[in-house]
């Protein structure tokens, strides 16, 4: 048995329950939830943004640690402290074997049905199956999840800030080191500064950018995100374009990153890069489309790429994050703008969807 904060209906308040918790299978680990932050995509499925099948526990941005290991596991050892994530890719197929592990259809499931990659669930009320979100659900106390979606950690890493690692570190970083690609000496510009984008700007950052340009309607995070590497804040807006050209002679940025996800800023993102230049989109939904792409994109040059998870491979790239942290390169602590009790866990969700801070961290 574990606590859980269920949900049962978009919209609706979560309630609080003690779910069935299986015990792990092979390839598998049991891991008591120390921390987890609350997402966007948390806040679109609660919304009724996002369809998902419910009932359903959400989060999916966790750090705990392993309490029990199933046949066959050999990369954990309950004590150890890990970070979870939802990419645990099959390593074998061929997105794989090409060095993309972020396109592997193994998490796919994790992530569209919201299970395990076999299609089943490790948490269960009164015998009915209840979904784990993206195939963890760290909305609880304690989870089951596949051995490779828990990347062990040192254990001074604060369990608030190893959270981050799981979906907002990896995604904003990973967006610009390795979606993007930024080379030393380029104009980047990120717009929208939540708890992704304030890492889009990390990881430019840690790419040798020349010229950092942070782009949000909310002065804090523009505050933020001046002390964690921007050079130059702009107001988003009708004029954040026409600003954005201003800081770069004219020309547009190098590269721009989208993580606001809406229709008119995903036009905006294209509209800020120069001829020629690239936009990353991080946060785009359903209903985004591109304006006049003859124009836009083809009679310009641009390059437009989605970017799932910063094209990132989990069990690199988070003790890559973690070794930077340690080394104080990389800030996590920082990002932590609010922490709530796991009791408190429905007001951690109303602060994220008032776009207030950075990341709210749950804390069990």
């Not at 062990?152 to 369990?159: Q, S, W, Y």
């Not at 104009?187 to 010229?211: E, F, Y």
């Not at 590497?229 to 940025?253: C, F, H, N, S, Y």
């Not at 932590?336 to 994220?352: H, K, L, N, Q, S």
């Amino acid at each position: 048995m574990t606590q859980a904060a269920l949900l049962e209906s978009p919209e609706s308040t979560m309630r609080m329950v003690e779910i069935d918790l299986a015990d792990p299978g092979p390839g598998e680990v049991a891991v008591d939830i120390r921390a987890t932050g609350v997402c966007h995509s948390d806040i679109s499925v609660w919304s009724g943004r996002l369809p998902a099948p419910l009932p359903l526990v959400l989060g999916h941005e966790g750090a705990g640690v392993v309490t029990a290991v199933g046949d066959g596991v050999d990369s954990l050892s309950p004590g150890d402290h890990a970070v979870l994530s939802w990419l645990a890719n099959c390593g074998v197929c061929s997105y794989c074997q090409r060095g993309e592990q972020h396109l592997c259809a193994r998490p796919r499931t994790m992530l569209g049905a919201h299970t395990m990659p076999d299609g089943s669930t490790r948490m269960s009320l009164g015998g009915d199956a209840v979904r784990q979100f993206c195939g963890l659900g760290t909305f609880s106390q304690s989870t089951v999840v596949p051995e490779g979606a828990a990347i062990r950690i040192a254990d001074e890493v604060p369990f608030a800030s190893a959270a981050l690692l799981g979906c907002g570190v990896l995604t904003g970083f990973g967006a610009a080191v390795n979606t993007a690609g930024v080379r030393v000496g380029q104009t980047v510009a990120v717009l929208g500064c939540g708890g992704v984008g304030l890492n889009a700007i990390q990881g430019a950052k840690a790419a040798g950018a020349g010229t950092i340009i942070a782009i949000d309607v909310h002065q804090e995070r523009l505050d933020l995100a001046a002390r964690l590497g921007a050079d130059k804040v702009v107001t988003a807006g009708p004029e954040a374009t026409k600003e954005v050209r201003r800081l770069t002679d004219r020309q547009g940025a190098d590269v721009v990153i989208e993580v606001v996800g809406r229709p008119e800023t995903v036009n905006q993102a294209i509209a800020m890069s120069r001829r020629g230049g690239t936009t990353v989109l991080v946060g785009a939904g359903p209903d985004v489309g591109i304006d006049d792409v003859l124009n836009s994109v083809v009679m310009s040059g641009k390059i437009v790429k989605g970017s799932l998870y910063g094209s990132s491979y989990v069990a690199r790239d988070i003790p890559h994050l973690v070794e930077l942290y340690r080394k104080g390169e990389l800030h996590l602590d920082e990002l932590v703008t609010e922490t709530f009790d796991f009791d408190d866990i429905g007001r951690a969700v109303d602060y994220c969807a008032g776009e207030q801070g950075a990341r709210a961290v749950v804390l069990a």
